[in-house]
């Protein structure tokens, strides 16, 4: 972070505590999300409760996939029997992550999961840390990535995304930047929420005039196009007469959902709901201090998970704040050394005019 006169690091200081506070307001409790749940259970009208809900839903699907059933025959049925909608195409995933279910198994995933997290961990210091920041980094990645210890956590569409895109993230460098497009585009396959990460990329790259590497993602998009009009198409065919509708994604709700997503998802979910306000504030204000492509880049599309909830995402949906983590935490680790920039200027200048009082 560069120098600021003492009178600007007062108002940042000031601004980051105001929005810390009014982030401590807008977080729902944890009551909201199981009242939303018991709601929908009620709507969806299941006798079995342990067989309601997205999780117990896609583990139906993949018990059926690895008996032979076609995926999109098995995923629409399933929605019609959870009272669910299969219209429009995106209200049924892509089949990737049903498929790797089948071919590795419940353990395989779990373990999976678990190993890419350590992963981020290890790789995401090198990432963004500099000096003594790298411990930080690692532990606070561990933090944000809590949930994957859940039992249902490798059916999560978004967890997964998630991971993987934290994971480009982490192995991105200015010289060697390919090796980072193998997990951007794994995610991509997993959940088609990970496309403003690869097309931030794209802009970023094109930004700094790597055209070889702004060519390579728009390649990615170009067969990312391609794939999800294979998906629509094989989802329609599966459509029969009577089929619901969804309800759309116009929730309007704010920051709400993505600071609940923050608080259930993380470490930060055995402490008060209030807590994840001012972590969250915290964890993108530490990579606005870190600068570079680097905290830009996580800054900004950090903020874009937040806006696409805020804009688009219904209460029962904070899950989607998945789509940033862990990478979201590691920015906490960032934070301290910012508030010490923040707060330099403003010694400096209360021991300066000490010493004409001195003199």
Known sequence: MHALAPGAARYALALLLVLSLLAAVLVPGQQVASDRTRELQSAQGAANVEDQGDMALYRRVAARVAQGENYYAAATDENRRANYPTKPFVTIRLPTL??????LGESGMRMGLIALLLANAALLPMALARGGQAL??????LAGGAAVMAADAYL???MWAGALLTLSFALWRA??????????VLALTIRETALPFVLLWGAFATYRGNWREALAIAMVVVGFGFGIVDHASAVSGAWLAGDKSGQGWAGLLGPAPFLQGVHMLTVLVVLPAWVAGPVAV???FGFAARGGRAGWFALLYAIGVMAMLALFARAENWYWTALVLPLLLAGLALAPMGLADLIAPLRAAHGSGRNRDDG
């Open 98 to 103: 049903t498929l790797l279910t089948v071919w």
């Open 136 to 141: 930080g980094v690692g532990a606070a990645t």
């Open 156 to 158: 999560m569409h978004e």
């Open 175 to 184: 010289h060697r930047w390919w090796p980072a497009i193998i997990p951007a």
């Open 282 to 284: 915290l964890a993108l």
